[in-house]
C-alpha cells in the first residue's frame, strides 16, 4: 500500500494511492487521523488492513492530478537519523575527495542528525543557498519508517519494528560538512530534505530490501547499486540505536547513499541552479526536484 500527505486549496489530508493514479482520502472512509504521524503511530493492524482495501477505490476517491502529493511525512517529529559511508565505494570516493588515507575498515556505523523544518515535496525546488555555499550535492537514499516505539529491539525481531520505505534526497552542502567536522550544519539547510512520493508499507516489499537505487543529474545517470550493499544493513541499525535511543513511532532512518555523488568525480560535479534531480529506488518511487 503507498499512503501518501495531499493537499488540496491549502489542506493536508492523508491519501491511499490507487494503481489507477487516483487518491483515497483514508479520513473520508472510517478512519480520524490529523496526519501521518498520526496514523504510524496509532492505526492498528486492522486499521492498516481496511485501508489496504482503499487501492481498489472508496469514498471521495480523487485524480493525482487534481492534488499535490506533499512529502509524505511533511513535518517529522524528531530530526532524522542518517548513516553516513554506509557503502563501500561511497567511502572511497568520500576520503578521495577529502584527501584523506582510508583503510578499508568501517566497524562501526557513522550515525548524524539531519535537521528538517519541512521536508521538500517531489517537484518542489531545492533551495541552493548559493549566498553561502559553492559545493551543493545530492544524495539518493533509501528511508526506513519506524512503525510503533522501539527500545532495546532484539535483531530477529527488528521486521515487526517497520512501518515502511520511502526516498530521500540527503542534500549536502560539502564545505560546510569538511568545515565544521560534524555534519549537522552542511546536512540540515532549509530545504535539503526533499522526500517522498509517499511510503510504501513493510509488507509490499521482501525484508531486508534488496532494491536497485538511482540517482540522475540532467538526465544523467549518477548513482546505481543495490541495497544490499549496505555497510550495515537494517536489521544493525536499528538494534543498535533501539538499545540506547528509543525510536519513537514516526521516526525515519535515511540509510545512506552509495557511489556516484558530486564529490566522487574528478573533477567534482556539484549541482548548480537549474539542475534537475531524480532520485529513484525501485518498489518505493521516485522524487524529482530543481535547485532554484
Known sequence: MKLATCSKNKTEFVCVITDKNTAVPVNENGFNFKDMNDLIANASKEDLAKMALLVDGGNGEISLDEVKLEAPIPEPKQDIICLGINYMEHAVESVRYKKEAFDGDRQYPVYFSKRVNRAVADGDEIESHCDIISTLDYEAELAVIIGKDAKKVA?????????????????????????????????????????GPWIVTADEITFPPVLNIKSYVNGELRQNSTTDKFIHDITYMVNELSQGLTLKAGTIISTGTPAGVGMGFVPPKFLNE?????????????????VK
Open 155 to 195: 535483531a530477529e525481531d527488528v521486521e515487526d519494528y517497520i512501518f515502511g520505505y520511502t526516498v530521500i534526497n540527503d542534500v549536502t552542502a560539502r564545505e560546510l560538512q569538511t568545515r565544521h567536522k560534524q555534519w549537522l550544519f552542511g546536512k540540515g539547510l532549509d530545504g535539503f530534505t526533499p522526500m
Open 274 to 290: 537549474g539542475d534537475e534531480v531524480i532520485c529513484e529506488i525501485e518498489g518505493v518511487g521516485k522524487i524529482t526536484n530543481k
